[in-house]
């Protein structure tokens, strides 16, 4: 069986909705023994018959698939076809053929949007009642299809509505799983840059010192590619911690790693003694990237003698805050904005901080990361 909000996906699925919808037909069986039982002529039975036909074609039109809205001009021509044919049958044929109403307001219910539905089904309801009058034995026969026919029509309004319903929770089900799925890449391609463009830059220096060292000096070249050998390692753990979903950058850690870049890379490095204690995780975590982003763009662009590092808690106007501050006395010539800034961008605004950057005066270069601390603290 084909689930709710779903068209028939399969040809198993068409068989079983059609016999669901052909035991409703079901009631068609008094115009059906009343044309071949009747007492009608050749003539009648013929013409009755393929009335009969055409009106049953244009009903499966309109109610095989409720889950799809027809353009409203095809499915009023369509009514229109179906309550003409119900009208001339009932007025030529007699009071059996007065059930064919009953199928004019369901189908309406089943087609038309709810704000038009709610009146076509009443109003296929009243012209049954209008017709009838004028056929044989009309009172009895016509007060047990009242009922079927209100109650028919605005169950398939109600039907129509619960589908409508189940689409757009399916596609709003949809759309959040696109979005997760976009929110995991962009995570991970912000991971895999941060985590790969510092290691890879210091694997970069040290094989330029073990180069330079090789001649004269094998010992420290050795310790170098001791070294390159140990990052390297580091890198592929980070990885496959960022790739698992576990990967989680400190600030105690990131300092002790731009300790060791910015020395490998012959810049004096100006850091705190200790990172600021009590921060949320996702602040620490936001920062560590932040710190670790801009000590990569100053060994890699900079051409800096030195770096200094600011870390501290500050109270301000607007409440608590913590800033990092990375700054360089290089030529200014760091990278344009990037994946790398961007991406800082938006881990900082996650958590409700901002980035600056750019030139810190007439020399160097200056990244300033601002996190507001307020209830997170």
């Given at each position: 069986?084909?689930?709710?909000?779903?068209?028939?996906?399969?040809?198993?699925?068409?068989?079983?909705?059609?016999?669901?919808?052909?035991?409703?037909?079901?009631?068609?069986?008094?115009?059906?023994?009343?044309?071949?039982?009747?007492?009608?002529?050749?003539?009648?039975?013929?013409?009755?018959?393929?009335?009969?036909?055409?009106?049953?074609?244009?009903?499966?039109?309109?109610?095989?698939?409720?889950?799809?809205?027809?353009?409203?001009?095809?499915?009023?021509?369509?009514?229109?076809?179906?309550?003409?044919?119900?009208?001339?049958?009932?007025?030529?044929?007699?009071?059996?053929?007065?059930?064919?109403?009953?199928?004019?307001?369901?189908?309406?219910?089943?087609?038309?949007?709810?704000?038009?539905?709610?009146w076509s089904v009443p109003a296929a309801t009243a012209?049954?009642?209008?017709?009838?009058?004028?056929?044989?034995?009309?009172?009895?026969?016509?007060?047990?299809?009242?009922?079927?026919?209100?109650?028919?029509?605005?169950?398939?309004?109600?039907?129509?509505?619960?589908?409508?319903?189940?689409?757009?929770?399916?596609?709003?089900?949809?759309?959040?799983?696109?979005?997760?799925?976009?929110?995991?890449?962009?995570?991970?391609?912000?991971?895999?840059?941060?985590?790969?463009?510092?290691?890879?830059?210091?694997?970069?220096?040290?094989?330029?010192?073990?180069?330079?060292?090789?001649?004269?000096?094998?010992?420290?070249?050795?310790?170098?590619?001791?070294?390159?050998?140990?990052?390297?390692?580091?890198?592929?753990?980070?990885?496959?911690?960022?790739?698992?979903?576990?990967?989680?950058?400190?600030?105690?850690?990131?300092?002790?790693?731009?300790?060791?870049?910015?020395?490998?890379?012959?810049?004096?490095?100006?850091?705190?003694?200790?990172?600021?204690?009590?921060?949320?995780?996702?602040?620490?975590?936001?920062?560590?990237?932040?710190?670790?982003?801009?000590?990569?763009?100053?060994?890699?662009?900079?051409?800096?003698?030195?770096?200094?590092?600011?870390?501290?808690?500050?109270?301000?106007?607007?409440?608590?805050?913590?800033?990092?501050?990375?700054?360089?006395?290089?030529?200014?010539?760091?990278?344009?904005?990037?994946?790398?800034?961007?991406?800082?961008?938006?881990?900082?605004?996650?958590?409700?901080?901002?980035?600056?950057?750019?030139?810190?005066?007439?020399?160097?270069?200056?990244?300033?990361?601002?996190?507001?601390?307020?209830?997170?603290?």
């Amino acid at each position: 069986m084909s689930r709710i909000g779903h068209g028939p996906e399969t040809t198993v699925h068409k068989v079983v909705k059609s016999l669901w919808i052909a035991i409703w037909l079901f009631y068609l069986s008094a115009p059906v023994t009343d044309l071949v039982s009747g007492g009608h002529g050749s003539t009648a039975r013929l013409l009755g018959g393929l009335g009969l036909l055409a009106f049953v074609a244009s009903y499966l039109v309109l109610v095989f698939h409720p889950e799809r809205q027809l353009p409203v001009r095809r499915v009023l021509i369509a009514l229109a076809v179906l309550t003409t044919l119900a009208s001339v049958l009932s007025l030529s044929l007699g009071r059996e053929w007065l059930v064919l109403f009953v199928y004019v307001s369901i189908s309406s219910g089943a087609a038309l949007p709810g704000e038009m539905s709610r009146w076509s089904v009443p109003a296929a309801t009243a012209l049954m009642m209008v017709v009838a009058p004028a056929l044989p034995g009309w009172d009895e026969y016509l007060a047990s299809l009242v009922v079927p026919a209100l109650m028919g029509g605005f169950a398939m309004v109600g039907v129509r509505e619960l589908i409508r319903t189940m689409i757009e929770l399916r596609q709003a089900r949809a759309t959040v799983a696109q979005l997760a799925a976009n929110e995991e890449r962009l995570r991970m391609a912000r991971d895999l840059h941060d985590l790969l463009g510092h290691s890879l830059s210091l694997i970069t220096l040290k094989s330029e010192l073990a180069g330079r060292m090789l001649p004269g000096h094998p010992e420290q070249a050795a310790q170098q590619v001791a070294d390159i050998e140990r990052v390297s390692r580091q890198a592929l753990v980070d990885v496959r911690e960022a790739v698992s979903g576990y990967r989680r950058a400190t600030l105690p850690g990131e300092l002790a790693g731009a300790r060791t870049a910015l020395t490998a890379a012959g810049v004096a490095a100006d850091l705190p003694a200790e990172a600021v204690d009590g921060l949320p995780e996702e602040v620490e975590a936001a920062l560590a990237w932040s710190l670790r982003e801009a000590v990569t763009n100053v060994v890699r662009h900079s051409g800096a003698k030195r770096c200094t590092v600011a870390l501290e808690r500050r109270q301000t106007l607007a409440g608590e805050m913590v800033e990092l501050s990375v700054a360089d006395d290089g030529a200014g010539g760091q990278a344009p904005p990037g994946n790398g800034l961007t991406g800082l961008t938006e881990r900082l605004a996650a958590v409700g901080g901002s980035l600056s950057a750019g030139p810190a005066g007439k020399k160097g270069f200056r990244l300033l990361a601002r996190i507001p601390l307020g209830s997170r603290a």
